[in-house]
Nanobody, 128 residues
Framework: QVHVVESGGGLVQAGGSLRLSCAASGPTSSTYAMGWFRQAPGKEREFVSAISRSGGSTGYGDSVKGRFTISRDNAKNTMYLQMNSLKPEDTAVYYC?????????????????????WGEGTQVTVSS
């Protein structure tokens, strides 16, 4: 059974920073491509960022480019999302997702349908 658990959310003022973590369990979790999505109240879930199983390839949604940085530590089976220059419009529940059986070391995935496992989400609230 694979489990994906997010942590690190909270309340921060506009312009501040937060770092989210996502721990993935499972015998082959270091081979998972992983990603972050978010869902604001009344809106559809949207792509935030993704990273290949090797960590060498990354992608970002347009609204977070230049402010957010994704990374992973395969020795710890953990992925991170460093969020800087936060804006009130970044307020959302942030979800971690993992895609197993990713044979390419350099591919990352930007659509929800690509992912096999999801966490329950962590709330990020940015006050103005």
């Amino acid at each position: 059974q694979v489990h994906v658990v997010e942590s690190g959310g909270g309340l921060v003022q506009a312009g501040g920073s937060l770092r989210l973590s996502c721990a993935a369990s499972g015998p082959t979790s270091s081979t998972y491509a992983m990603g972050w999505f978010r869902q604001a109240p009344g809106k559809e879930r949207e792509f935030v960022s993704a990273i290949s199983r090797s960590g060498g390839s990354t992608g970002y949604g347009d609204s977070v480019k230049g402010r957010f940085t994704i990374s992973r530590d395969n020795a710890k089976n953990t992925m991170y999302l460093q969020m800087n220059s936060l804006k009130p419009e970044d307020t959302a529940v942030y979800y971690c997702a993992a895609k197993e059986r990713t044979y390419s070391t350099s591919s990352y995935f930007t659509t929800e349908a690509a992912y096999d496992y999801w966490g329950e989400g962590t709330q990020v609230t940015v006050s103005s």
